[in-house]
């Protein structure tokens, strides 16, 4: 009952930035943590950034200084900013959030959005 969609995705060079955002929507009472997370090819599946309500938060070290994740807990939004981008940052990024619904507290996963970062 709760879907969560990517936007932002796309083709980068090297050093340039983008800025994903994940809106979640249908029928929940609020969001708990909210997450981004990458999946490359060949490689499982990793957290790059984590946010709670109060905003504190948390990243991988192969980002920590060129990422920046921030939410909106009002809209139920969370983005990523990224800054900086290395050919090493192409995977597919996944937004990932806990929501509280009438029947507990479940993860949710989006569909995924490609970040291509070419040298």
């Known amino acids: 009952q709760v879907q969560l969609v990517e936007s932002g995705g796309g083709l980068v060079q090297a050093g340039g930035s983008l800025r994903l955002s994940c809106a979640a929507s249908g029928s929940f009472f609020s969001i708990g943590i909210m997450g981004w997370y990458r999946q490359a090819p060949g490689k499982q599946r990793e957290l790059v950034a984590s946010?709670?309500?109060?905003?504190?938060?948390n990243y991988a070290d192969s980002v920590k200084g060129r990422f920046t994740i921030s939410r909106d807990n009002g809209r139920n939004t969370v983005s990523l900013q990224m800054n900086s981008l290395k050919p090493e940052d192409t995977a597919v990024y996944y937004c990932?959030?806990?929501?509280?619904?009438?029947?507990?507290?479940?993860?949710?996963w989006g569909q995924g959005t490609q970040v291509t970062v070419s040298s």
């Open positions: 946010i709670m309500r109060g905003n504190s938060t």
């Open positions: 990932n959030a806990g929501a509280y619904t009438i029947s507990g507290l479940y993860a949710y």
